[in-house]
């Protein structure tokens, strides 16, 4: 038990599912798990265990931004020994040919800082994402049809952006969505050793505008999740 989580030492698997709703964390345990069991519910950060093919996983929510991200997976690594962990959660398309439902595999996640940002100092550390997983998360996607791009992606702590002149340039150099936590995701992951990847449903769109209906979006993040769940024992 930590301050953030309340399972015991046990009650969570070496691989774990992460989108950043509490209540996206719930639906997919209801509907991808077998026998879930809700371990976490501190500050309603929900988390269930269960089995997935046999093999068990755990599904956390690590709540919105790159310092929640940081309190969970710091947790999860160091006291619970998480091996494997996996940001599923949506993102803002930035690219014309990626478009709404699209799945994007984040091979790099660049940032103006993380919580990690003081440790580096002058250095900018390139986080990026585990090969196994990225490579396995491909062919998992392929096996399913999805519309699927593979490359960089932006981790921003600001919802509501006020620099479209960083999105342009991001734009520019080929980014292909914007999101908030895979990028202290990734540094952490290199700093203990550990497996990370994020995978991300395209729900709205920064050029265009378009946004996915609120109706439609269960079964195109119900696409990502397996795509992870695959990913992570392949």
Known sequence: MTIHIGAEKGQIAETVLM?????????????????ATCINETRGMLGFTGTWNGNPVTIQGSGMGMPSMSIYANELIRDFDVQTLIRVGSCGGMQPKVKVRDVILAMTASTVATPSSTMFRELNFAPCADYGLLSAAAGAAQDRSVDLHVGGIYSSDTFYDERPDLNEQMTRHGILGVEMEAAELYTLAARYGRRALAVLTVSDHLQTGEALPAAERERSFADMIEIALNAAFA
């Open 19 to 35: 989108p950043g709703d509490p209540y996206r964390a719930k639906w997919a345990a209801e509907t991808f798990l077998t026998d």
